[in-house]
């Protein structure tokens, strides 16, 4: 099994920032694809950043210039730094995580935390 924790979610105005965090219970982590992604109301699952082993980051177009991924292999966890947040943003917000390459189909990831909420307000 592979275990991801979340935290981080919460209520937040337009304009404000969140960090999320993730870790993971799995001794691979160093060579894993690590991604978030999220799930806004009577919206589909959408990837929106993904971090490679190598830790080259890629983002969808929304997010980019807003959001950035980072991961420290050391504390086996993922983070995603969200600036600028608008209440389109507002969603759960989920960690997976793969073997080797990334991908932005989340049917390509086996594991998946358990979620945390961000809510933005206007």
């Known amino acids: 099994a592979q275990d991801l924790v979340e935290s981080g979610g919460g209520p937040v105005q337009a304009g404000g920032s969140l960090r999320l965090s993730c870790v993971a219970s799995?001794?691979?982590?160093?060579?894993?694809?690590m991604a978030w992604f999220r799930q806004g109301p009577g919206k589909e699952r959408e990837g929106i950043a993904l971090?490679?082993?190598?830790?080259?980051?890629l983002y969808d177009p929304f997010v980019e210039g807003r959001f950035t991924i980072s991961r420290d292999n050391s504390e086996n966890t993922v983070y995603l730094q969200m600036n600028s947040l608008m209440p389109e943003d507002t969603a759960m917000y989920y960690c997976?995580?793969?073997?080797?390459?990334?991908?932005?189909?989340?049917?390509?990831?086996?594991?998946w935390g358990q979620g945390t909420q961000v809510t933005v307000s206007s």
């Open positions: 997976a995580i793969r073997s080797r390459s990334c991908f932005w189909a989340s049917t390509k990831y086996p594991g």
């Open positions: 799995v001794y691979t982590f160093s060579s894993a694809c």
């Open positions: 971090i490679q082993p190598s830790g080259e980051a």
